[in-house]
């Protein structure tokens, strides 16, 4: 059985003996619920694409006689709904569009929908029998809502109803919020624009022939914009009972590696991983995504996940590179969302702290990009931030996993460079962390960052530091190797550590793990020097007794004291 990387057709997972993880009950799920008209979001690569496609074979009426090979054995398959292959699929698609400018973009929005206007009629020629004119006919139209008023005629006349699928509905929105371009964004969306009379013609397509609706994407950014235009759909985005509809469950990734027997062994070693620690590592990169307080589980990023194993199936070693490069690409994303100031400081505050408490919007419009709460909420859609409980009576908002964290401080360290102008070393940044890993030697590296980092740093600058920024920056510089995977705060019997480095899997022959405890003085505070010294000794020597690191060895310990941006402190523990 193959991995199904990056393949979101349904019929071609089927027929292909690829893995398919059945999420055919969610169908039923969704018919049973009071509305039929369903708008459903999910972060980036996250199987948004491939659920459209099993809708679509299952619900096509073209497709009733690969009823059974395709969903027999699925859960669907078993309980089939009373609307199984009963409609039209108009498959609508939005990604990819010019948005150079707004008649770029109208016409390239026109383009697409004739597109795939052209391909509904020739997948149903058998029920248009003149589908060679109605496509010259449309191709003629240059009024979007005509177009789409035109083809919803046809199929009403012909006695049909159609299940309206749009994918990446706000890819072209997303582009142009991204511009901070507020005309062109207003032009083409609100009042006279022709998304809003777009989305009008399918309001009223539901009074004939549109029957049921899925529209999917990253945000809920459009649905303020679209106001009464498009007024008809239910958010159900967070819905508990939908929470695990796309993204693995742990059982489900633990029956992937059943499924496919994936074996893993360490790089260089050769020995092979046993599941229990497979799940560890896999847990700690690609799970702890929760879209309703209430859910029962937290999912995994399904491609990211598939990613993994189909990098282990070529090789059946733990791959060197565990995020996509297809991923990363939020980080270009993030950056140019936090160009302006309030943005900027409330990014600084979740990396800080790993997180933030905030109110989720389930809907906003462009006016309110620099707004926190709804910066900060579509932090949430992107799937940069995920829940993580609740806190003082509000969401508390974590980064869901270490991929993500490691986005976050390759923001900050990017910042650093804009900001302040400060260019890595790369070459002595790579000895230096390497001094630390294999001779357990952490000098050099605090001298790195006290010379080209901190030193670059202004004393207005400063003013607005504390610890937990030098936490950021120590993390930032250090996730540009590999050798560590970098927790804050871990949590043992007696307390929780500042930092703990321990090593990556992918790294095992790496020699010395470290517990450090980082405090932060202020020259004018130089004077607390010897108390605070106490104290963070003190804290060592508790966190030493846990038993979870009495038998490690090659465990190394040390009290960090950066004093002002010039001087630090450094005791090294035996």
């Known amino acids: 059985m193959k991995i199904p990387y990056g393949i979101a057709n349904f019929k071609k997972l089927r027929i292909g003996n690829f893995l398919y993880i059945d999420k055919t009950k969610f169908i039923e799920t969704l018919e049973n619920l009071s509305t039929e008209y369903i708008f459903f979001i999910r972060p980036r690569r996250f199987g948004k694409s491939l659920f459209l496609s099993v809708l679509d074979h299952y619900y096509d ?13 699925l859960y669907i398959g078993q309980n089939p709904t009373p609307l199984k292959n009963s409609y039209l699929i108009l498959k609508l698609n939005f990604s990819g569009l010019n948005t ?6 109208e016409n390239s929005f026109r383009l697409s929908i004739i597109s795939d206007i052209t391909m509904f009629l020739s997948k149903y020629k058998n029920i248009f029998d003149n589908a060679d004119e109605l496509e010259k006919e449309i191709k003629q139209i240059k009024d979007i809502k005509e177009i789409i008023s035109f083809i919803f005629k046809q199929v ?13 509905y706000d890819h072209f929105a997303n582009d142009i919020i991204v511009m901070g371009d507020g005309d062109f964004y207003k032009g083409t969306i609100r009042a006279t624009g022709f998304v809003r009379d777009f989305y009008e013609a399918l309001k009223i397509g539901t009074e004939s022939s549109i029957d049921r609706i899925f529209i999917t994407g990253i945000s809920p950014v459009m649905l303020d914009d679209l106001t009464s235009g498009f007024n008809i759909a239910s958010n159900l985005t967070m819905r508990p009972e939908l929470n695990e509809m796309l993204g693995f469950t742990e059982a489900e990734v633990l029956g992937i590696i059943d499924r496919l027997n ?39 990023n399904p491609s990211m996940t598939l990613y993994f194993f189909n990098q282990c199936k070529s090789g059946s070693q733990y791959p060197k590179n565990i995020i996509d490069d297809n991923i990363k690409t939020d980080y270009g994303r993030l950056n140019r969302l936090a ?56 969401t508390r908002l974590v980064m869901p996993n270490y991929i993500t964290k490691e986005m976050f401080w390759e ?24 001094d630390i890993a294999t001779y357990g030697e952490i000098k050099p590296f605090l001298d790195y960052i006290s010379e080209h980092v901190l030193q670059e740093l202004s004393n207005r600058d400063l003013i607005q530091f504390d610890e937990k920024h030098f936490k950021v920056i120590i993390f930032a510089y250090l996730t540009t190797s590999r050798f560590y995977h970098i927790i804050s705060e871990r949590e043992v019997s007696s307390g929780y550590i500042d930092i703990y480095l321990e090593k990556d899997l992918r790294v095992p022959d790496i020699k010395y793990e470290w517990v450090i405890e980082l405090k932060y003085l202020k020259e004018s505070e130089r004077d607390q020097l010897e108390q605070v010294k106490q104290k963070g000794l ?37």
Not at 341 to 352: G, M, Q, S
Not at 374 to 382: A, E, T
Not at 538 to 563: C, G, N, P, R, W
């Open 61 to 73: 009426i073209n497709a009733a006689s690969e009823f059974n090979n395709l969903f027999g054995d």
């Open 262 to 300: 994936i074996k893993v062994t360490m790089p260089n070693s050769g020995q092979p991983l046993t599941q229990k620690q497979l799940m560890v590592a896999l847990k700690k990169n690609y799970n702890g995504y929760l879209f309703n307080e209430e859910a029962q589980q937290r999912v995994y």
């Open 538 to 574: 003190e804290q060592l020597h508790k966190y030493m007794a846990s038993k979870s690191l009495t038998a490690k060895k090659d465990l190394k310990k040390a009290l960090v004291i950066f004093i002002g941006k010039k001087d630090y402190v450094l005791v090294e523990e035996k």
């Open 411 to 434: 923001y900050f360290e990017k910042r650093l460079r804009i900001d302040f102008g400060i260019e890595p070393q790369m070459e002595e940044l790579a000895k230096v962390i390497w």
């Open 156 to 168: 009403q006349n012909k006695g049909e109803k159609i299940y309206l699928i749009i994918d990446e």
């Open 339 to 394: 160009a302006n100031e309030a943005n900027k400081k409330t990014l600084d505050k979740i990396i800080k702290n790993e997180g933030i408490t905030a109110t989720i919007a389930t809907r906003f419009s462009f006016d309110n990009m620099n707004d926190r709460e709804y910066f900060v909420s579509l932090l949430f859609y992107m799937g940069l931030l995920t829940i993580g409980g609740m806190q003082y009576g509000k």
């Open 100 to 105: 150079a400018n707004k008649e770029k973009l």
